[in-house]
């Protein structure tokens, strides 16, 4: 037995050598919940912070305390990995997330989960950012899979940072498939057909990120529209549930069985996280994209936070965008091109998944 726990802490060790350091930026929807405990149990991902992106679904203290409870619920109790939150609001514009969302998204679908006696660091997001990078002993995997507030504020403060990414892998935006801000139950009636939820929310965030020159990577609904999470997912899931992250996982999918049933549920930001760990997961091929983002003095109210800060992070004026358009993808060659992911391999994506929680 002695020599078999030596062996084990020997693999564990040689895990963690060859580990890819990764930087997790979400807004702590349903499917972050899925993508986070995937980094978190698999044997290549070295996670090195966790951040907020508290402009998306998540509010930022729920945020916080549901990253560090997943993360003692993966098995990580003794892996020290700052949490963080930005902005509770985009860069500009007014935009949110419908609020049966939010509350969806704080609440961990009322899934119960043990609290973390964890301390969430106070300082901004894009300073954890920072600060995980300059620590690194090799180039970092950047996922973001919310609104790209945080990721456009540190890029502004820490311009000099973006040498030390290998890859910048972002669940958002469309190309060629329809946008997704029109769900029946929530947004019947909105008049943007052309757009993501996460690009649309805050589009000049957006916009700043694909201008930067960074090696992205483009996991929008072109690709993740393959992943649909049918009943049939659900079920082969179930039979193989093996460890605590999993059973909280199938436990998450057992309250969701309406989102699963109405055909809208994909696996948005779980794909994104599988192909920044897998890069060739994604087929695809390079595009040069500007993020649209007019403004309007006529908003539409469905998708639009008054209560907003009439000051942006930069003390300009914030302004009303115009819904119809914000955060629609326009080719424009004089942006930096970046790959697009189009298609991947739904049957593997989720047997790997599965596999992986459960080991």
């Known amino acids: 037995m002695k020599h078999f726990l030596l062996a084990m802490l020997f693999v564990s060790a040689s895990w963690d050598s060859y580990a890819k350091p990764v930087i997790f930026d979400n807004d702590m929807a349903i499917d972050d919940w899925a993508a986070l405990l995937y980094l978190l149990h698999h044997p290549k991902a070295d996670v090195i912070a966790v951040t907020i992106s508290a402009s998306g679904e998540s509010h930022c203290k729920p945020g916080l305390d549901n990253t560090n409870a997943l993360i003692d619920l993966s098995g990580k109790l003794n892996k020290h990995i700052p949490v963080a939150c930005g902005d509770d609001y985009p860069l500009d514009g007014y935009f949110v997330f419908p609020e049966a969302w939010r509350k969806d998204s704080d609440t961990l ?159 948005w930001d779980t794909l994104a996280v599988m192909i920044a760990m897998e890069p060739a997961l994604c087929h695809g091929d390079k595009q040069s994209l500007r993020v649209d983002y007019q403004t309007t003095s006529a908003p539409w109210q469905q998708t639009t936070d008054n209560s907003m800060p009439d000051t942006r992070w930069d003390g300009k004026k914030r302004n009303h965008l115009e819904a119809k358009t914000a955060g629609t993808l326009v080719k424009d060659k004089t942006y930096p091109s970046i790959t697009v992911c189009r298609t991947t391999e739904p049957a593997r994506i989720f047997k790997t998944f599965r596999d992986t929680l459960n080991q």
Request: charged content about 20%.
């Open 109 to 267: 679908s009322d899934v119960p989960l043990k609290p973390s006696a964890r301390v969430a660091s106070d300082q901004h997001a894009a300073d954890i950012i920072h600060t995980a990078l300059a620590s690194a002993k090799e180039p970092v995997t950047l996922i973001a899979t919310g609104p790209l507030t945080n990721i456009a504020q540190w890029l502004e403060r820490y311009p000099n940072d973006k040498s030390k990414i290998d890859q910048l892998v972002i669940m958002g935006g469309t190309v060629d498939a329809p946008g997704n801000i029109i769900v029946p139950l929530f947004t019947k009636g909105h008049p943007n057909t052309t757009a993501e939820w996460n690009i649309f929310v805050d589009p000049l965030a957006a916009d700043k990120v694909f201008a930067a020159g960074l090696p992205i990577v483009l996991v929008g609904l072109d690709v993740t529209n393959s992943v649909r999470v049918t009943t049939q997912v659900a079920a082969d899931f179930k039979q193989a549930v093996a460890t605590d992250s999993a059973a909280f996982w199938d436990a998450v999918l057992d309250k969701n069985d309406w989102f699963i049933a109405s055909n809208e549920y994909y696996f």
